[in-house]
């Protein structure tokens, strides 16, 4: 290990981390070239591929390498939070014909394929330009942009590095929710903990919220199988010792890690312009549900990516430097004051968004100071794991995960009732005590807990 392996966990959080792979791969991370200050893991942590999830490593930016394993396959994998005019007694009597609606409006599923129909030269301009490209086409609108991490569009995406097989799994599915853990969740904002910070983000206690999480589909998945292969070759010609050939990698100057960050940089844009055309249908299936207008009373809170590599300039031994940050299974969380926060939000901190697992709390966070000195801005991002998919589907069925969701008030809708056991919300961590993990850490302080009303779950 080139440097000590740091872990944000309560106790029952960290015992709980030591039943698979996830201390060992953390190790392993310590040992890659140009590694600075410490190898970090979030308490929703837990084994992955390469680095664990919840991992977070930054390298100098010429000792250190990029590896595809330190970002994952679901590039750009994030949230994005919406609020409503409604409260919960006006959405609840129409609870079932909204989520039936935004069912069929933002299609969900494995291989689901959505309602826009893009050429490929459209593809190639969407992944270049991000959000941009989606609101010249009539999706959303200007201000969403500033809410958007990175402005919904990372600089420097160059189509050209994606192979086209990746074009041809993007094609068919802008706008779809995906498999696994991803899902529209329509939510109330039940407590707030910091009013003055829950103002600035739109918040209101008793008032119904959106919350979306998704990535970039098949074409982020393609893009890291290709760049993996890549990798592996790098790693040889380079003689980088490997612990775990999943974390294949190349130093950062190299032409084989530049080509992997325009790639991963077309993945992030996709997944980008997905939750902002996913976003529009939210907005009309309201319009729909609720009459016309709901829709303009809905502002995006803020959309977090946590699954990404990025350029950015934090303190290492007492200097600024620029370091290249890899995010696996975790979110930014820039404290008030940092240039890339929008202005409306750069006098208190960035929005986290934390989602849980179905039947439990989601939250809503926000950066400190904390988190610069210690976590390369960085936090948790989500409840995380204790469960295979292949050991929740033999401990519940789908019927019982609906029926248990059901008596709390909670309607479920899933393309297939498999899917909800595999997602059942004991196949994951306690999300308050995660939560409770990074505050006490002082990286992230809470401002809103959410609960669940409706779910839609790819």
Not at 15 to 20: I, L, N, P, W, Y
Not at 378 to 397: D, F, K, L, N
Request: proline fraction near 4%; include cysteine.
């Amino acid at each position: 290990m080139r440097v000590p392996a740091r872990i944000f966990a309560t106790p029952a959080m960290f015992e709980s981390m030591g039943k698979d792979r996830t201390f060992s791969q953390l190790k392993n991370v310590a040992t890659l070239p140009g590694i600075v200050k410490n190898a970090l893991l979030m308490p929703d942590g837990h084994e992955g591929y390469g680095f664990p999830i919840g991992g977070v490593a930054a390298f100098d930016m010429e000792t250190g390498v990029i590896s595809p394993g330190g970002v994952g396959y679901d590039i750009n994998c994030g949230v994005r939070l919406i609020t409503t005019p409604l409260s919960k007694e006006e959405v609840m009597p129409k609870m079932r014909e909204l989520i039936d609606l935004l069912f069929t409006n933002v299609p969900s599923g494995v291989g689901s394929k959505g309602k826009l129909r893009v050429t490929h030269q459209e593809l190639n301009e969407a992944v270049t330009r991000g959000i941009d490209w989606a609101i010249e086409k009539g999706y959303g609108r200007e201000q969403d942009r500033e809410r958007t991490e990175e402005n919904g569009r990372m600089e420097g995406a160059d189509s050209s590095a994606v192979s086209e097989k990746a074009m041809k799994r993007g094609l068919p599915q802008f706008g779809t929710v995906g498999a696994g853990n991803h899902f529209m969740e329509v939510q109330e904002v039940k407590e707030i903990m910091l009013p003055e910070v829950a103002k600035k983000f739109g918040l209101k206690e008793g008032n119904v919220v959106v919350m979306l999480h998704c990535g970039s589909r098949g074409f982020g998945h393609q893009v890291c199988d290709d760049s993996l292969r890549e990798m592996l070759a790098a790693s040889r010609k380079y003689k980088i010792a490997l612990p775990d050939n999943e974390l294949c990698c190349a130093p950062i100057s190299s032409p084989e890690a530049e080509k992997y960050v325009k790639a991963m940089r077309c993945a992030v844009n996709y997944a980008f312009c997905n939750r902002h055309i996913m976003m529009h249908w939210v907005r009309e299936t309201f319009d729909s549900v609720f009459g016309k207008g709901t829709g303009d009373e809905m502002p995006l809170v803020y959309d977090v990516c946590h699954n990404i590599a990025k350029f950015e300039e934090h303190e290492v031994d007492g200097q600024r430097k620029k370091v290249c940050v890899h995010r696996k299974g975790a979110t930014r969380a820039f404290a008030a004051g940092r240039s890339e926060l929008p202005t409306f939000y750069r006098d208190i901190g960035q929005p986290v968004l934390i989602p849980g697992s179905m039947g439990t709390s989601s939250y809503v966070l926000v950066g400190k100071q904390g988190a610069m000195e210690q976590s390369f801005g960085s936090t948790c991002h989500g409840a995380g794991r204790v469960m295979s998919r292949s050991q929740a589907i033999h401990t519940w069925t789908g019927r019982q995960i609906e029926t248990n969701l059901a008596g709390k008030g909670i309607m479920v809708k899933a393309t297939e009732s498999e899917l909800l056991a595999e997602e059942a919300p004991g196949a994951y961590k306690d999300v308050d005590e995660v939560v409770k993990s990074v505050q006490m850490a002082g990286i992230t302080d809470v401002v809103a807990k959410l609960l669940p009303l409706g779910v839609v779950k790819g």
